[in-house]
């Protein structure tokens, strides 16, 4: 995916990590609730037919790739569970033609191949979307990753009324710290963060004489899109026209 070369910075870097590992953590609780269910399914189904234990052992599978995906989030774990997924409705798309062939086809439930099959989407989109990722997790240095997470904690824990260096955006999703030279964004989730330059930032801000501004980031992990009103636009207006200190 396109994204600003400002991304590409050690900082930034490292809010990326940050980021990666919150997503597949919210991967991972999916995973052990997919888990679950499949293993409650898998209970009852084979009280039916010895057949239906590949579902219980599946939804095992899923269970564990999903508490490890929790604990040690990593690409390789989100990796396990879009695998696990697949796995999942292949034995639902085999458990259906062999129930058409033995003349059960009133046994068929569509939710039984729907439901998988979303599941396994889910999954491999965030796979495909994070692995770019992969070596920056790997090698990122600890410390700079977990600096990187306490200032995004930070930023919602501050007051807004006793922050003038802060704005929020209307949805109340996304925070901005605008600093002398640069303006750190995140959102609240910690799904996505960024760290740019003042003019970089001024660069992505689609008009910046309407009263209400709106601002477009082509971020590595997904486009972000927000708006601020009069008041919050009126503080990011005023710091962009206040020249940044110069530096001997």
Same mark, same amino acid.
């Given at each position: 995916?396109?994204?600003?070369? @400002? ?5 930034? #870097? %490292?809010?990326?990590? +940050? ?5 597949? !953590?919210?991967?991972? *609780?999916?995973?052990? +609730? ?8 898998? =209970?009852?189904?084979? #009280? ?5 234990? /590949?579902?219980? @052992? ?5 269970? /564990?790739?999903? +508490? ?17 997924? &697949? ?9 259906? *033609? ?24 889910? =999954?491999?989109? #965030? ?15 600890? %410390?700079?990753?977990?600096? %990187? ?38 959102? !609240?989730?910690?799904?996505?963060? =960024? ?5 970089? =930032? ?11 501004? !709106? &601002?477009? &980031? !082509?971020?590595?992990?997904?486009? *972000? ?15 962009? %026209? @206040? ?6």
């Amino acid at each position: 995916m396109l994204h600003d070369p @400002v991304f590409d910075s050690t900082e930034n #870097q %490292a809010l990326l990590v +940050v980021c990666t590992r919150k997503t597949i !953590r919210h991967a991972a *609780i999916l995973g052990i +609730v997919w888990g679950s269910i499949n293993l409650v399914i898998g =209970f009852f189904a084979i #009280q039916a037919t010895a057949l239906n234990a /590949g579902i219980l @052992v599946l939804g095992l599978l899923m269970l /564990g790739a999903g +508490v490890t995906a929790l604990n040690k989030p990593s690409i390789h774990s989100l990796l396990s569970e879009a695998i696990v997924s &697949v796995l999942l409705l292949c034995w639902n798309i085999g458990i259906a *033609i062999f129930n058409a062939r033995s003349g059960y086809g009133d046994h068929v439930n569509g939710h039984s191949l729907i439901w998988p099959a979303i599941a396994a989407i889910i =999954f491999f989109r #965030q796979y495909k979307k994070l692995g770019q990722l992969k070596n920056a997790i790997a090698s990122m240095d600890h %410390a700079k990753v977990k600096e %990187a997470s306490v200032l995004c904690k930070q930023l919602f824990k501050s007051r807004l009324k006793q922050s003038p260096d802060i704005v929020e955006a209307s949805s109340r999703r996304y925070r901005l710290r605008l600093m002398s030279e640069s303006v750190f964004c995140a959102q !609240r989730n910690l799904s996505q963060a =960024f760290h740019m330059s003042r003019e970089n =930032f001024k660069q992505c801000i689609r008009d910046i004489g309407k009263k209400r501004l !709106r &601002v477009v &980031v !082509r971020h590595p992990l997904g486009k *972000i899109a927000y708006a601020f009103d009069k008041k919050n636009s009126d503080k990011i207006k005023g710091w962009l %026209a @206040v020249p940044p200190p110069v530096t001997s």
